[in-house]
RNA sequence: UGGGAUGUAGCCAAGUGGUAAGGCAUCGCCCUUUGGAGGCGACAUUCGCAGGUUCGAUCCCUGCCAUCCCAGCCA
């Protein structure tokens, strides 16, 4: 049964925990994750990362991934936000079956846990500011000095504890504190805040609650009571462990999750920082959550990404706890690898030149067949119809040509991909010297590309007829940052000086007439130009607006570059 | 200067007390009716540094260095 298709990923050091796991028969040999999200903002790459990771090491291992709304923060959340991550994780191609949750589910039961705290005398309401919590917190070097509310009866702990939840205080005025120890080398132990006030809707339990649970208290919990086995998050959680197990140990719960920290995504000339992001969009430096130039998951989609693609970069990046940069080309090379299987091609000149070819006939009736995709052999062809004048891109004629350039200039020949051979006889300036015309002669002999006579054309060229194609309007996107670390700026500036100012250019491209029936979300190769998709938004019918989602490789462009 | 982590090529990343996988990028060559795709090849005498243990260390030990995270009533 040994197949290279299902030859198992390579190993990261979450399966290795997992395994030696299941042959202990830890968890009675199950595996269950969890995809916690706070409905904040909206999916981004990092969140591709840590969905691919959950979701796929479930599956692995015959376990189940919850998808888990983490809302203990009225204030910060919203509807629209669950609604964009719950279409982003399902675009990506997960299922969480029926196990939709929300932290808020718990409200109730951590409301219980804390009480229980309260009764066993390691919790108690403090009445500090929080200025003078922050004061006795002490500093990293420092101890924290015990808040004098530290040693209260159960009773008046109970007594304020409700008051608290009956919105007898104002906001900010009490907290509950978990007693640990004040002296902790670790602040996250230093009398963690258990419950703070809050009087604001949340968007699922109304105005039922007053108080809210911090992340801490949750998490863990959340974990146990819906059997998680993993629960796997980023670094910057690695602190808070020793509290996330304090909870669920002084809790004596029935079953204790294991965290497990990896190191979170970050990628060149771009930002995943959801704050950078909503900032991003707030004072509109992008059009939206899911402008294309966006890392986020419905940005790549309305670029024209694939979920298949996205997967295959959370394959090849791995999972490890040292923090790393990933080349944004390995992003460019799982989508080019992708849609260079599934995409139609088309022709579509970018940047027009008119070529006249002098000895082709007006008004002629020449169907020329094209094939819809190499790579995909049920595909089949299409005809394009030719014409006495076309146009080709500008970059395809120089009039004094470098050495190896194979395309046109004056006296060469070159094929016109699925026509004909032309050799360029004239060339036509404007009063500033700008080449705004060719005048050509084609062999009638070479149609369908090839002659008969055997010889040898280097070059082959893309063209679209001036006669019989349609224009549509098409947009370049660029790196939406300048610089490699967007981050990494000097003193008084911020990633928005690192914005590129040319990250969208929006042309008008003349295009074969069969790209106009593009509907939404259709992908395509523009031969020698790049990878394609009619925008989700703003296409209508019969009048599509593409979005360039990846260039093809450029060889020539290299060469000259040197 | 407290605590927690991390360091293998330009970028990711396997790996083990027995002589450094793989991918991206890069560079050659072949092939090609997309300068695309594809094929072939090159690319770490060395694993942050310095010592030690060992027949043998990237792996074990000691020390050092560098980087990241933590002082929200955010997650």
């Given at each position: 049964?040994?197949?290279?298709?299902?030859?198992?990923?390579?190993?990261?050091?979450?399966?290795?925990?997992?395994?030696?796991?299941?042959?202990?028969?830890?968890?009675?040999?199950?595996?269950?994750?969890?995809?916690?999200?706070?409905?904040?903002?909206?999916?981004?790459?990092?969140?591709?990362?840590?969905?691919?990771?959950?979701?796929?090491?479930?599956?692995?291992?015959?376990?189940?991934?919850?998808?888990?709304?983490?809302?203990?923060?009225?204030?910060?959340?919203?509807?629209?936000?669950?609604?964009?991550?719950?279409?982003?994780?399902?675009?990506?191609?997960?299922?969480?079956?029926?196990?939709?949750?929300?932290?808020?589910?718990?409200?109730?039961?951590?409301?219980?846990?804390?009480?229980?705290?309260?009764?066993?005398g390691l919790a108690y309401?403090?009445?500090?500011?929080?200025?003078?919590?922050?004061?006795?917190?002490?500093?990293?070097?420092?101890?924290?000095?015990?808040?004098?509310?530290?040693?209260?009866?159960?009773?008046?702990?109970?007594?304020?504890?409700?008051?608290?939840?009956?919105?007898?205080?104002?906001?900010?005025?009490?907290?509950?504190?978990?007693?640990?120890?004040?002296?902790?080398?670790?602040?996250?132990?230093?009398?963690?805040?258990?419950?703070?006030?809050?009087?604001?809707?949340?968007?699922?339990?109304?105005?039922?609650?007053?108080?809210?649970?911090?992340?801490?208290?949750?998490?863990?919990?959340?974990?146990?009571?819906?059997?998680?086995?993993?629960?796997?998050?980023?670094?910057?959680?690695?602190?808070?462990?020793?509290?996330?197990?304090?909870?669920?140990?002084?809790?004596?719960?029935?079953?204790?999750?294991?965290?497990?920290?990896?190191?979170?995504?970050?990628?060149?000339?771009?930002?995943?920082?959801?704050?950078?992001?909503?900032?991003?969009?707030?004072?509109?430096?992008?059009?939206?959550?899911?402008?294309?130039?966006?890392?986020?998951?419905?940005g790549f989609r309305r670029?024209?990404?694939?979920?298949?693609?996205?997967?295959?970069?959370?394959?090849?990046?791995?999972?490890?706890?040292?923090?790393?940069?990933?080349?944004?080309?390995?992003?460019?090379?799982?989508?080019?690898?992708?849609?260079?299987?599934?995409?139609?091609?088309?022709?579509?000149?970018?940047?027009?030149?008119?070529?006249?070819?002098?000895?082709?006939?007006?008004?002629?009736?020449?169907?020329?067949?094209?094939?819809?995709?190499?790579?995909?052999?049920?595909?089949?062809?299409?005809?394009?119809?030719?014409?006495?004048?076309?146009?080709?891109?500008?970059?395809?004629?120089?009039?004094?040509?470098?050495?190896?350039?194979?395309?046109?200039?004056?006296?060469?020949?070159?094929?016109?991909?699925?026509?004909?051979?032309?050799?360029?006889?004239?060339?036509?300036?404007?009063?500033?010297?700008?080449?705004?015309?060719?005048?050509?002669?084609?062999?009638?002999?070479?149609?369908?590309?090839?002659?008969?006579?055997?010889?040898?054309?280097?070059?082959?060229?893309?063209?679209?007829?001036?006669?019989?194609?349609?224009?549509?309007?098409?947009?370049?996107?660029?790196?939406?940052?300048?610089?490699?670390?967007?981050?990494?700026?000097?003193?008084?500036?911020?990633?928005?000086?690192?914005?590129?100012p040319n990250s969208l250019?929006?042309?008008?491209?003349?295009?074969?007439?069969?790209?106009?029936?593009?509907?939404?979300?259709?992908?395509?190769?523009?031969?020698?130009?790049?990878?394609?998709?009619?925008?989700?938004?703003?296409?209508?019918?019969?009048?599509?607006?593409?979005?360039?989602?990846?260039?093809?490789?450029?060889?020539?462009?290299?060469?000259?570059?040197?």
């Amino acid at each position: 049964m040994e197949n290279k298709d299902t030859q198992p990923a390579s190993n990261n050091f979450i399966k290795s925990i997992i395994i030696e796991d299941l042959k202990n028969n830890k968890n009675n040999g199950k595996v269950h994750t969890r995809f916690p999200p706070e409905p904040n903002g909206y999916l981004h790459l990092g969140h591709a990362k840590s969905i691919c990771l959950n979701f796929g090491l479930a599956k692995e291992f015959g376990g189940l991934t919850n998808l888990r709304f983490d809302d203990t923060n009225p204030v910060k959340e919203d509807v629209e936000y669950v609604d964009s991550i719950i279409e982003d994780v399902k675009w990506l191609g997960f299922d969480w079956g029926d196990r939709l949750y929300y932290a808020s589910d718990y409200f109730d039961k951590l409301y219980e846990f804390a009480l229980q705290l309260i009764n066993d005398g390691l919790a108690y309401v403090c009445e500090q500011t929080p200025e003078e919590v922050k004061l006795y917190r002490g500093t990293l070097t420092e101890p924290g000095r015990p808040s004098p509310f530290r040693d209260r009866s159960i009773e008046e702990n109970l007594e304020l504890f409700k008051k608290m939840t009956n919105g007898e205080f104002p906001d900010g005025s009490r907290t509950l504190r978990a007693k640990i120890d004040m002296s902790s080398p670790n602040l996250n132990m230093r009398d963690p805040v258990i419950y703070r006030i809050k009087k604001a809707t949340h968007h699922r339990t109304g105005d039922k609650w007053c108080i809210y649970p911090m992340y801490d208290f949750t998490h863990g919990q959340s974990d146990m009571l819906e059997g998680i086995t993993h629960s796997i998050c980023t670094l910057e959680f690695e602190d808070h462990r020793p509290l996330y197990d304090w909870y669920l140990d002084v809790l004596k719960t029935p079953c204790h999750p294991q965290q497990i920290e990896f190191a979170r995504l970050n990628i060149n000339y771009t930002v995943l920082s959801k704050r950078k992001l909503l900032q991003l969009v707030k004072e509109g430096y992008v059009n939206g959550w899911d402008d294309p130039r966006m890392p986020t998951i419905s940005g790549f989609r309305r670029r024209g990404y694939t979920p298949q693609s996205i997967r295959d970069f959370a394959e090849r990046i791995g999972v490890t706890k040292a923090e790393s940069t990933v080349d944004y080309s390995v992003l460019e090379f799982c989508i080019r690898e992708d849609l260079n299987k599934i995409a139609q091609r088309a022709m579509a000149v970018v940047n027009p030149l008119k070529v006249t070819i002098e000895n082709y006939p007006e008004d002629n009736e020449d169907y020329l067949e094209a094939i819809n995709n190499p790579e995909d052999s049920n595909s089949g062809t299409r005809k394009i119809r030719f014409s006495k004048t076309i146009f080709i891109e500008k970059d395809d004629f120089m009039e004094e040509p470098p050495k190896k350039y194979f395309r046109l200039a004056p006296g060469k020949e070159v094929r016109l991909r699925y026509a004909y051979f032309i050799t360029c006889k004239e060339v036509i300036k404007d009063e500033n010297g700008e080449v705004v015309e060719l005048i050509c002669t084609y062999d009638p002999a070479s149609r369908g590309g090839n002659s008969p006579d055997g010889r040898k054309v280097q070059g082959t060229i893309h063209w679209v007829s001036a006669e019989y194609g349609k224009q549509a309007e098409v947009r370049l996107y660029d790196n939406l940052f300048l610089a490699e670390d967007p981050d990494n700026v000097e003193e008084g500036k911020t990633f928005l000086d690192n914005l590129n100012p040319n990250s969208l250019t929006t042309i008008n491209a003349w295009v074969e007439p069969m790209l106009l029936q593009a509907k939404p979300n259709d992908k395509f190769q523009f031969e020698r130009v790049g990878y394609f998709c009619a925008d989700a938004k703003d296409s209508i019918d019969g009048k599509p607006v593409f979005n360039r989602t990846v260039g093809l490789r450029d060889s020539w462009a290299k060469m000259m570059k040197k």
